[in-house]
């Protein structure tokens, strides 16, 4: 492939994009939603490419964020529910106490499959 575009060019980016096609994006077609640790200060690739994933496969997000966090209005229009958690508190059990209850409030909280 002959691109003046330098990353089109880079063995790496093709690695990754591979991999990306190969694990990621069956994982976010698997999953009923998409949970995203929103990160603080400058742009993420890995969130910006798992959160467009989640936004093409149009499946429900839920954006976490850490106190204080500024968020984009664009984010703010594509997630489905914001939680605010702080991680220096390591209270991960309210954490996922809050993560069911909004799967529940998501209608996700019903097994799929056939009736039994």
């Known amino acids: 492939m002959s691109s003046n575009d330098p990353i089109l060019n880079d063995p790496d980016f093709w690695e ?10 069956p994982l976010i077609l698997e999953s009923a939603l998409v949970v995203s640790l929103v990160p603080k200060g400058e742009a993420d690739i890995k969130f910006a490419v798992e959160l467009g994933l989640g936004i093409m496969l149009d499946k429900p997000i839920i954006a ?28 991960n059990k309210a954490l996922v106490a809050e993560l069911q209850r909004q799967m529940e409030l998501l209608d996700l909280d019903r097994k799929e499959g056939p009736e039994t």
């Open 16 to 25: 990754w994009a591979e991999h990306v096609r190969t694990h990621v994006m």
């Open 64 to 91: 976490v964020i850490q106190p204080g966090t500024i968020i984009a209005g664009k984010l703010r229009m594509v997630a489905d529910v914001i939680l605010e958690w702080d991680p220096d508190t390591n209270d």
